[in-house]
């Protein structure tokens, strides 16, 4: 199968399973967004996804994807890091064209992975999984599994964790600034313009995508001060 | 205006390939600004001669930048500091007066060292034999002007055959990886309507090769692109992964 | 003295090959997997050889030196490859390309050989492009053309400033294919060290094998085969500093020339008139800068002698010399072809002007090649576009940029016409012994046309070689493989590891390298551009004192069982010195000026080269007599019959 056994074929899965997760982050993100305007809207949603079976194939296919997106990944790196030889270079210099991050993937993907964890204990463990399993370990004062906004509010009213959702976000930047214009390029829909098209276009999708997450995070937390 | 720098020489020695290698530095003194890098080479081995000691081996031939034989991993850059120039092209004017410059082997693992800064780079004949060529027999062919090629594409073809072979790619590549060596043939013979007709083949023959060989696999980090003495683009890879996708969806 | 059958073909000269393809004798396929062929070198020759012996159907080994097939000298050719399309209409024919390089190889060449040459230079393109190479081409989509020296049409095929490099990646693909295809075994880093000869049933003794050494682990190996082709390039590294690669040498050539293999016009070698200038005693080696700048730089040197000196000091500017003050002496001495004169007639005229004091450079030995008027002409782009990577190769090596200031240039040994005695079979004076590409005699006579190398060596190894070999071959169907375990091969063998002995115990303290720059010293001052009887007899006196000096204090550091590099070099220098001699002896001979020799003593009043037909319309074929002694001279006559033979002129 040479999506297992082609070196092409495993960086297509890579590509193909990152776009849909960047596919993933910008709705996400776009529902975020509600919340700047109003939290029940943003509970509606909330709602609306819950536990239903629309939501549950969603979460399902998510993680799949990740761990299909983290498992190639580590194997991916396994045979390069063999493929690089036993010895290494005593001095090595990046050349200027090569970006800072796509030498980084790997340490980038595993920050990201690690704030994802979090993520989810502070979030989906106390909204879909509660709703799954029928659950009540709910925050005190969150009413309900589908009080998303309670959430936000709670926890980016503690500084520690605007401080980790800063740093997960801005790895998720440099993880994406290369992500975005690779996959083109892997699935081969790049050349020498497009190339340099993609890099731009990349920088300021994963921007606006980055500053929507983040907009939200700073916006409970100066709320909070207030 | 031409002046003598001295400097330090940390050079990586190595007597074979299962052997441990170490750096050993030397002083070089006095060397004119216009003696290329490898004459400068050839300073240090006269003096290690003269010295009863064995010269360090380094393979070199046409000294003027197309035979692909010089490699070197000087100061953390293949082909040394300049872009778009090899080994044998490399000046020591580009060199200050008393820095340590640091010369290595390309390390990968497809280019196990033979001795001292010479690898074996036999894996890209490998990958030629897989399929780079076109299928043809001495002979028989149409006129040559049978086939009319626009001038781009016969220019992009040539872009990339303008390819030496001669491993920066890979000694470049953090994932030891040969794409851009592989890309290059694959695209210029795909871009020619003469190499059309087995081109969705020879990706798949030339790609299996190199992985087999235990390249690595590309992340598209670019570096050898920045670090290919001719210049050869990742546009390449992108034709490669293209047309290789191609082949295997139509399998 | 022996008669020597060069064994041309019967018949008009344009049918000559024709009816030779008609009548020789062939193998059949299923014999052709039973004949083995050794293949040593890997270049245009080597490559499109064993490549088409591979896809024909024999066992093929082929050789080289270095790490890969790809990376033989025939690579670093820039300019472009001959061949008589008329793609362009103007003019062009078989015939005339015959008759160009007959006269630009100043009627020392076979007529027989050179129509041949010329009628498959068609076939070449064709196959070259199948094997797609990356030709220039019009906008239109056909294949564009460039002219070049000592032509009056457009008749060079290009691939920007790397012709060279793309023919051989096509001719190494194509051995590539019959590698994976089973025929072609590659033996790469081995040195090919002895020749093997062995004995038929009628006593006449054929060439069966090579000795050779692995130069990764040292070992000294056998091989047999029923034929041997050599396509080992030329020996210009004789010279020391010229534009051939670290590692071309002549040793291939020499080990078949003492084995009874003549050897044939050594002294006519080929100096570029457009290299780099050397600069300084540490130089390794001599860049050359593509014959096609030709087509748009103008050379010159200064008219008055107190600019010369100025500019030696370094302290005028040449962009300060007004046009008046300069002279563009190719153009003042041949009005017709102007800077495109053949190489010989440039180089000599660049040494002419810098004897007398009008070099340039702080040496004094160089003349200008500049852009400005056809930067003026075609603007800086245009320029750019055709000569961009010369330009910044340029800039990179001399650190002066010439778009803004001339370049300067001077004459270095680049290509050797002289080689190895083959006759129209490209088959030695011994038997199973081939020799193809630079490393042979024929074509080129005593000067060869630019673009011409290449096709010579493509036309030899694609289209003459895999026809000829086979009338030999098809005596040789009953004889089975051979053996290595032979006693031919043990004496060869041992001969090879005592040389070797005998040089790691010399223990001196001189590097190979050093006593190299003295052969080259010798040789480019008494055997260089200029010769007199009186300096190629102290060349003769001079080449032996090195020789004892090699044996004397040469210092080979390690030892022989393993890599060592200095062996390697050590070994070649060896027979550099006896090429040198060679060169010598048959300089000496020569008594006229001809192409690439020229004796002052045999010029014009003009200072043009002045042949001696009467006398010297031959091939010298050198005969070896054994070590130490004068080897016997053999001569084949050329006979002209469809040319005129005249005296080369570019004037008018």
């Known amino acids: ?226 | 205006m031409e002046k003598n720098i001295s400097f330090k020489l940390k050079v990586w020695r190595q007597r074979g390939p299962k052997e441990k290698g170490q750096f050993k530095v030397y002083e070089m003194k006095e060397i004119p600004t216009d003696t290329s890098f490898l004459e400068m080479l050839d300073i240090l081995n006269e003096q290690l001669i003269n010295a009863g000691e064995e010269p360090v081996v380094f393979d070199h031939d046409c000294r003027e930048g197309i035979c692909g034989m010089c490699s070197l991993y000087i100061n953390g850059h293949p082909h040394g500091p300049a872009t778009g120039a090899t080994t044998c092209q490399l000046y020591m004017r580009r060199f200050k007066d008393g820095e340590t410059i640091t010369v290595e082997p390309w390390r990968s693992a497809g280019f196990p060292v033979i001795r001292d800064l010479m690898v074996d780079r036999r894996a890209y004949d490998k990958i030629m034999q897989a399929g780079g060529y076109v299928s043809i027999n001495t002979g028989g062919v149409p006129d040559a002007n049978a086939i009319p090629i626009s001038k781009e594409k016969a220019d992009l073809a040539m872009d990339a055959a303008s390819c030496i072979g001669c491993g920066a790619c890979v000694a470049a590549c953090k994932n030891g990886s040969a794409m851009l060596f592989v890309s290059a043939k694959v695209s210029q013979l795909a871009l020619l309507p003469q190499g059309q007709v087995e081109a969705a083949r020879r990706a798949k023959a030339m790609l299996s090769k190199m992985d087999e060989l235990g390249f690595g696999n590309c992340t598209n980090t670019r570096a050898c692109e920045a670090e290919c003495p001719k210049c050869i683009s990742i546009s390449n890879i992108a034709r490669l992964n293209r047309e290789f996708i191609a082949a295997k969806l139509s399998d | 003295m022996a008669t020597i059958d060069s064994k041309i073909p019967e018949g008009p000269l344009a049918e000559k090959w024709s009816n030779y393809k008609a009548h020789q004798k062939l193998v059949n396929p299923a014999n052709k997997r039973k004949l083995d062929i050794i293949v040593v070198g890997s270049g245009l020759a080597g490559a499109s050889a064993a490549a088409t012996l591979g896809d024909l159907g024999f066992k093929v080994k082929c050789f080289c030196i270095q790490d890969s097939p790809r990376r033989a000298h025939s690579i670093a050719a820039q300019g472009g490859i001959n061949a008589a399309k008329n793609y362009q209409n103007d003019g062009d024919s078989v015939y005339r390309l015959f008759y160009d390089t007959i006269k630009g190889g100043d009627y020392r060449s076979r007529e027989a050989n050179v129509y041949r040459l010329a009628e498959v230079s068609n076939n070449i393109i064709d196959q070259c492009v199948a094997q797609g190479v990356p030709f220039a081409r019009e906008y239109g989509g056909t294949l564009a053309n460039r002219s070049f020296g000592g032509a009056q049409v457009s008749r060079t095929f290009y691939a920007r400033g790397q012709t060279g490099q793309q023919l051989l990646l096509g001719a190494y693909s194509a051995l590539s294919y019959q590698v994976h295809q089973g025929n072609v075994e590659l033996f790469t880093r081995c040195e090919m060290l002895d020749l093997v000869m062995i004995k038929d049933d009628e006593g006449k003794e054929r060439a069966r094998g090579i000795i050779y050494r692995d130069l990764v682990t040292g070992e000294i190996k056998r091989c047999s085969a029923h034929a041997v082709v050599i396509g080992t390039g030329g020996y210009g590294n004789a010279y020391f500093l010229s534009t051939n690669a670290m590692g071309s040498n002549g040793s291939a050539a020499m080990q078949c020339y003492r084995k009874g293999a003549w050897f044939a016009n050594p002294a006519f070698a080929q100096i570029h008139p457009t290299c780099i200038p050397v600069h300084g005693d540490k130089q390794s080696k001599l860049t050359l800068m593509s014959e096609s700048l030709r087509n748009d730089g103008r050379i010159w040197v200064p008219k008055k002698l107190e600019d010369a000196k100025k500019l030696q000091k370094g302290e005028l500017n040449p962009n300060d010399i007004p046009d008046e003050d300069r002279d563009f002496y190719l153009e003042r001495r041949y009005p017709a072809f102007g800077n495109l004169v053949p190489r010989d007639v440039a180089s000599r005229a660049a040494k002419e002007r810098c004897d007398k004091g009008y070099g340039v450079n702080n040496t004094g030995l160089a003349v200008f090649l500049d852009f400005k008027y056809a930067i003026q002409r075609l603007g800086k782009q245009a320029v750019a576009d055709k000569y961009g990577n010369l330009f910044d190769m340029y800039e990179e090596i001399t650190d002066v940029n010439p778009y803004e200031n001339p370049m300067m240039i001077f004459p270095a040994i680049h290509y050797t016409m002289g080689g190895i005695w083959v006759d129209y079979e490209l088959q030695t004076s011994i038997p199973g012994l081939f020799a193809i590409g630079e490393c042979n005699f024929s074509d080129h006579g005593a000067n060869r046309l630019g673009a011409s190398a290449l096709m010579q060596g493509l036309a030899d190894g694609y289209f003459v070689l895999p026809y000829t070999i086979q009338n030999y071959l098809a005596d040789q169907i009953q004889v089975p493989r051979f053996s290595t375990d032979l006693p031919e091969f043990d004496a060869a063998e041992k001969a090879v590891k005592e040389k070797i002995a005998k040089i790691m115990s010399i223990g001196g303290k001189r590097s190979v390298d050093s006593i190299h720059k003295e052969l080259g010293h010798i040789m480019w001052e008494y055997v260089g551009m200029g010769r007199t009887e009186e300096s190629l007899k102290t060349a003769l006196k001079k080449l032996d004192e090195v020789e004892k000096t090699f044996w004397s204090d040469l210092r080979v550091p390690g030892d022989a069982q393993t890599l060592n590099v200095e062996l390697e070099k050590a070994l070649r220098l060896l027979d550099f010195i006896e090429i040198g001699k060679l060169m010598a002896y048959d300089g000496l001979n020569r008594e006229e000026s001809c192409g690439g020799h020229f004796r002052e003593e045999h010029q014009t009043p003009e200072g043009e080269a002045l042949r001696h037909d009467d006398k010297f319309s031959y091939v010298a074929c050198w005969n070896y007599q054994g070590e130490g002694k004068a080897p016997e001279l053999l001569k084949e006559p050329l006979n002209y019959e469809y040319i005129k033979v005249q005296t080369r002129n570019y004037k008018n």
């Open chain 1, 1 to 226: 199968m040479w999506l297992i056994d082609s070196s092409i074929g495993r960086k297509v899965v890579m590509s193909v399973t990152g776009a849909a997760l960047i596919l993933f982050l910008t709705f996400h993100m776009t529902m975020n967004c509600v919340a700047l305007i109003s939290g029940d809207a943003y509970n509606v949603i909330c709602e609306f996804l819950g536990a239903n079976w629309y939501a549950q194939v969603g979460t399902y296919g998510l993680a799949i994807l990740m761990a299909l997106h983290f498992v190639y990944a580590f194997i991916l790196t396994i045979q390069n890091r063999r493929a690089r030889g036993s010895e290494r270079y005593a001095v090595t210099e990046r050349p200027k064209s090569v970006e800072w991050a796509s030498q980084n993937m790997l340490v980038l993907g595993i920050i990201v992975l690690v704030c994802l964890l979090l993520h989810l204990a502070n979030f989906w463990s106390k909204m879909q999984l509660q709703e799954l399993i029928h659950g009540t370990n709910f925050v005190p004062g969150q009413n309900g599994p589908t009080d998303g906004a309670f959430l936000i509010k709670y926890t980016f009213s503690q500084w520690y964790y605007v401080i980790i959702y800063t740093i997960w976000l801005a790895a998720l930047w440099f993880h994406l600034s290369h992500g975005f214009w690779s996959m083109f390029q892997t699935v081969g829909w790049s050349g020498t313009k497009w190339q340099r098209r993609w890099q731009v276009i990349g920088i300021i999708y994963v921007t606006l995508l980055v500053l929507g997450f983040l907009s939200v995070v700073y916006l409970y937390f100066f709320k909070s001060l207030c």
